[in-house]
């Protein structure tokens, strides 16, 4: 497969990736006398502490509701070599990245589904300078994924795999809990 097919394939599941997703809590549409339930058996759906991640690492032909229900703790040693393979394959020349990791470091890190979070540090994906210390709304998280996929040791290897080019979000974030931009 040549890079460009590799390329687009990549570009069309993290834009899929990303365009599938609503964040809209708002059950009650307004109803004040709505009430919660949180009676019954409930069941994980989906892990996304890291967005994409499932949907470019994930080989085609598993299941990825398999990932997306594993428990956190069992993750790494469940998908790390799988991760690895995938990774290898998507940039067969991967020697590190920009913080260092090799691919088994990397995709360790990745396999493992979960926001990491700093009480003393700034809260962002990546800043340049903390990285991984939570997660802020307008983190551009699928340019630090690609950065640190496709990056190289300095960052700046495949600039054109290295951005989704998009560089804001489509709203304004909110000035007031929960934050989140108001639905088209």
Known sequence: MSKTNKFKIITIALVAAVVSVNCDNNDSNGDATVSLDFSGTFVQQDQMAR?????VFV???QPKDDFNAAIPSAMGAKYQSIFQSRLLALNSGYTTNALG???????GLLATDVLGVSKTAPTTFFDGTNVLTGRALADDVIDVELLLIFGGP????????????VNSNDKAFGTSFPYLASAW
């Open 51 to 55: 967005p994409a991640i499932n949907t």
């Open 59 to 61: 080989a085609s032909g």
């Open 101 to 107: 990791q090799t691919a088994a470091q990397l995709t």
């Open 154 to 165: 300095t960052g700046g290897s495949n600039p054109t795999l290295t951005k989704d080019n």
